[in-house]
């Protein structure tokens, strides 16, 4: 049994990851300052873990709970772009500034290795598909860039301090839990409670983008694998289904399972938002063994019946 310290573990990623954590019997801490996490995302479980409400841009407050931690899993941040456009000098504090101090106290406590959750925002608009790690990375928001940026903080901290470190490109994040009342959150928690509500799903641009859209236990799984993986330290990963949708193949898949024939409504493209993106997880089954365990018509019917059974949509 191990001890894992996860950052912004109350959030959407982050619950999922507790939970399976504690379902293998480990020994968990939680560092989050719910701005965008909830504590209510976590009270099945919150007898079994330590749970501690601290910020990532105060060093001080979060360097004492990374004592005795083996892993660190670094899931906390503004993870949006749209919010990073409107206000980049928080989106910068939080994901760069909040991950160099996540990285310091890591090192300090003698972590024996941090996975990072980097973003698949990092190759922007790049035409090579699928996208493969070896790809120059190409940020379009400031979201992008402090991701990028995080990775390379990581690689860093592992040349220079010896801290193992993973940089998993997390690919479009969808399932359970995704907050649908945030005006930054991802168009899959937006859609869905759209349908339920009786209102008509709004697309940005022409609904032709694509997304390999990745259900959350498999970013769980390979972020788990990653933390132990003995060939992953110092890598940069991608983790996603190897698969892309658009966004109006979408809504025909949403129109099956609920029964329904909706037209979305089209609004005008998103400033910093890619046009399409599909992963290569080559890497990812080379170095974590991982295989996409849920796909993603299966993962849209867990997610559907999530939020009826949760009441999350009213």
Known sequence: MATYLVTGGA??????????????????????????????????????????????????????????????????ALPSVARSVDDPLTANEVNLTGTLNVLLAARDAGVKRLVFAASAAAYGDNPTMPRVETLTPDPL????????????????????????????????????????????????????????RGNTPVIFGDGEQSRDFTYVDNVVDATLRACTAPAAAGKVINVGVGRSYTLNQTIAILNHIFGQNVEPRYGPPRQGDARHSLADISLARQVLGYEPLVGFEEGLRRTVEWFRAEGAIG
């Not at 939680?30 to 501690?52: E, P």
């Not at 220079?160 to 928690?189: H, M």
């Open 11 to 76: 959030g959407f990623i982050g619950s999922h990851m507790v939970e399976e954590l504690v379902r293998r019997g480990e020994t968990v801490r939680v560092l989050d300052n719910l701005a965008t996490g909830k504590a209510a995302n976590l009270a099945r479980i919150a007898g079994r873990i330590d749970f501690q409400v601290a910020d990532i841009r105060d060093l001080g407050a979060i360097s004492p709970h990374f004592t005795d931690a083996q892993y660190a899993i670094h899931l906390a």
């Open 141 to 196: 928001s400031p979201y992008a860039l402090a991701k990028v940026a995080g990775e390379y903080y990581c690689r860093v901290f592992t040349t220079i301090y010896g801290l193992e470190t993973v940089a998993l490109r997390f690919f479009n994040i969808f399932g359970p839990r995704q907050n649908p009342d945030s005006p930054y959150t991802g168009v899959l928690s937006k859609f869905v409670p759209a349908y339920e």
